[in-house]
């Protein structure tokens, strides 16, 4: 399995407040991405990174913004959480441009949030 | 515009039966990637399958196998003898490499696989 972690697993949290989702990787991956899950939608991007401190924006980024000062953490920010932001969020590294012929994109385990 | 459906929500088959998930996709990039993906009820995304869009063999793998089919632009998967086991979500995505080879997945919705014992 590829050596991805998420944290927290589960979050309850209220709306208005912000709130910080960590992925941590040990495979030195280039790419990271966040995805949220939500019932009928698949997974949809949020935000990816190609770098440390070279991110950009997926389809879904509104109300997100994201950090990346090593290589091994992408951190998700929810400045103001809403209850629209009551979702599934997955991690994922990839490396597309060092590897085009067999890059997969792993996923980390995924982090809960309800937003009350 | 980059586009992947799976028409089919839900299936119900029971335990033996041969069941085939439904992928359709859309892009304008000539290279792009192909990718099944299973979600147990436990949660995490297990890789299945990668497939480019320069080689249009079907794949075989146990009881799995993939058709693709760049004529009719879909990747479809079958599972034979199927088993409880088997039960989880699926999702097809798409990969787009063109100029700017960036790796973001495209979703299609999942399809619910429920194998009845």
Known sequence: ?116 | AQKVTQAQTEISVVEKEDVTLDCVYETRDTTYYLFWYKQPPSGELVFLIRRNSFDEQNEISGRYSWNFQKSTSSFNFTITASQVVDSAVYFCALSEAGSSNTGKLIFGQGTTLQVKP
């Open chain 1, 1 to 116: 399995d590829a050596g991805i972690t998420q944290s927290p697993r589960h979050k309850v949290t209220e709306t208005g407040t912000p709130v910080t989702l960590r992925c941590h990787q040990t495979e030195n991956h280039r790419y990271m991405y966040w995805y949220r899950q939500d019932p009928g939608h698949g997974l949809r991007l949020i935000h990816y990174s190609y770098g440390v401190k070279d991110t950009d924006k997926g389809e879904v980024s509104d109300g997100y913004s994201v950090s990346r000062s090593k290589t091994e953490d992408f951190l998700l920010t929810l400045e103001s959480a809403t209850s629209s932001q009551t979702s599934v969020y997955f991690c994922a590294i990839g490396n597309p441009i060092d590897s085009p012929s067999t890059d997969t994109q792993y996923f980390g385990p995924g982090t809960r949030l309800t937003v009350l």
